[in-house]
């Protein structure tokens, strides 16, 4: 059983989704809730579907703390699989090597094309609907110490429609982001118990 967990800081719609998908497969199992803020969704989560859920602060200035806090965790919960789910600042790079490259993150436009520091949420529609695209795409990519740098690993598009405002696409993406990110997740743990990943 690949033992996942979920690092966020917003209302946690992506990490619902990963843990109800869990609770249906036997591929892989939530072991761990980490989010930065107690007022995110995480703890709520982790109390309603009996998870861990632990609060480890990030603070620019002490980006070395934070990172042993986190490896800590996921070294003793013996991690396969990190999710970032709505964690949007730059991943240490030391937890990336601590946990063997296996991380993962979900963009919500097309990568390399609208990717990037500062391309995050809003900004990242508003520059796909100004590109003049016909649709756009949700990206799941492997992390790495660069922001949307790494191997793209799945992609679902996202059809543009006439009318369509910056506010409109987030939602409409969003609403398929979760269940696109939980049936990634499930295949990267089949092939992850086949010992088709590294």
């Given at each position: 059983?690949?033992?996942?967990?979920?690092?966020?800081?917003?209302?946690?719609?992506i990490?619902?989704?990963?843990?109800?998908?869990a609770?249906?497969?036997?591929?892989?199992?939530?072991?761990?809730?980490?989010?930065?803020?107690?007022?995110?969704?995480?703890?709520?989560?982790?109390r309603?579907?009996?998870i861990?859920?632990?609060?480890?602060?990030?603070?620019?200035?002490?980006?070395?703390?934070?990172?042993?806090?986190?490896?800590?965790?996921?070294?003793?919960?013996?991690?396969?699989?990190?999710?970032?789910?709505?964690?949007?600042?730059?991943?240490?790079?030391?937890?990336?090597?601590?946990?063997?490259?296996?991380?993962?993150?979900?963009?919500?436009?097309?990568?390399?094309?609208?990717?990037?520091?500062?391309?995050?949420?809003?900004?990242?529609?508003?520059?796909?609907?100004?590109?003049?695209?016909?649709?756009?795409?949700?990206?799941?990519?492997?992390?790495?110490?660069?922001?949307?740098?790494?191997?793209?690993?799945?992609?679902?598009?996202?059809?543009?429609?006439?009318?369509?405002?910056?506010?409109?696409?987030?939602?409409?993406?969003?609403e398929?982001?979760?269940?696109?990110?939980?049936?990634?997740?499930?295949?990267?743990?089949?092939?992850?118990?086949?010992?088709?990943?590294?």
């Amino acid at each position: 059983m690949i033992r996942v967990a979920l690092l966020g800081s917003g209302q946690g719609t992506i990490a619902r989704a990963v843990v109800m998908h869990a609770q249906s497969t036997r591929d892989f199992r939530v072991e761990l809730l980490v989010t930065t803020t107690e007022t995110s969704g995480f703890p709520g989560i982790g109390r309603e579907f009996g998870i861990d859920c632990s609060v480890v602060t990030y603070n620019a200035g002490a980006s070395e703390e934070f990172s042993s806090q986190l490896i800590h965790l996921l070294r003793a919960r013996k991690i396969d699989l990190l999710v970032l789910a709505g964690f949007t600042r730059l991943l240490p790079a030391t937890v990336i090597l601590a946990i063997d490259g296996r991380v993962i993150n979900t963009h919500p436009g097309p990568l390399p094309e609208f990717g990037g520091k500062g391309m995050y949420g809003l900004h990242v529609h508003r520059a796909v609907l100004e590109s003049g695209r016909t649709e756009t795409a949700i990206t799941i990519h492997w992390v790495t110490e660069h922001y949307d740098d790494g191997a793209v690993i799945a992609v679902q598009t996202v059809p543009l429609r006439s009318g369509d405002t910056p506010e409109v696409l987030q939602q409409r993406a969003k609403e398929i982001e979760a269940p696109f990110v939980a049936r990634t997740v499930s295949e990267l743990a089949e092939a992850l118990s086949r010992g088709d990943l590294p």
